[in-house]
């Protein structure tokens, strides 16, 4: 099942399945982001295009306010669907310990 | 296995159930799991989403094969949409000029070990394979 919402930490937490069928929820939670934003996906478990489609665009949206999104505890799993898309080189990526 | 799916991004789901029972089913190494669940989710919604001017099911079909599995996606009464001609994308090109679009099928060519498009009778069929040994 896939979550996101803030954390203890003031992050942005998201877990499970981030798939065509959940990238609405995760584009309306991020559009209400206005500051810079670390995501903590540490219990995310899966991401496809559209799901890269939302971080980019919000990505994109925060840049141009000088912010941007910043992509912690990502596993072995994401971190390679990351490496694919070039989505290292545009991110600040840290890979879980 | 062979089943039908309705054209809505909600059957992801069942999908990935499907597709879990039938890795454990026949053994096939869990290592393959998120390729093989990342290029049928983008074949899938890739299918739903430019593929409008039918109601019919998408079929999906899956076999094992040595080290690995093979699986189908086929798109009844359809125009031909070649997925293996999809444009490459510059991932090295900066945050200004990148865009998500065409992400999807390109990340499928990238991750397949193999991939097959047939177009035949306005069927659209796209087969790929991953191996462990494909690594």
């Known amino acids: 099942m896939f979550k996101i919402g803030f954390n203890d930490h003031g992050e942005v937490a998201v877990s499970g399945r981030l798939d065509a069928a959940q990238a609405e929820k995760a584009q309306e939670f991020l559009d209400a982001v206005t500051d810079h934003c670390v995501l903590d996906l540490q219990g995310l478990e899966y991401i496809s295009s559209a799901g890269l489609g939302v971080l980019l665009r919000t990505h994109k949206r925060l840049m141009g306010s000088e912010s941007g999104l910043e992509l912690v505890n990502v596993n072995k799993h994401i971190f390679d669907v990351f490496r694919y898309s070039g989505f290292d080189k545009l991110f600040v990526v840290r890979a879980a310990q | 296995m062979q089943r039908k799916y309705h054209r809505s991004f909600n059957q992801i789901r069942k999908i990935v159930e499907d597709t879990a029972g039938f890795f454990s089913d026949h053994e096939i190494d869990e290592s393959l799991r998120m390729k093989v669940d990342l290029s049928l989710e983008e074949l899938f919604v890739n299918m739903v989403n430019y593929n409008t001017e039918t109601d019919s099911d998408i079929l999906i079909e899956m076999k094992p094969i040595e080290q690995g599995i093979e699986v189908s996606l086929t ?32 990340l499928v060519l990238k991750m397949a070990d193999s991939i097959h498009y047939e177009y ?16």
């Open chain 2, 75 to 106: 798109d009844f009464d359809v125009e031909r949409f070649d997925p293996t001609m999809a444009a490459e994308i510059d991932i090295d090109a900066p945050l200004s000029e990148r865009t998500p679009g065409g992400l999807g099928l390109y």
């Open chain 2, 120 to 135: 035949r009778d306005r069927k659209s069929k796209i087969t790929f394979t991953n191996r462990v040994t494909g690594e």
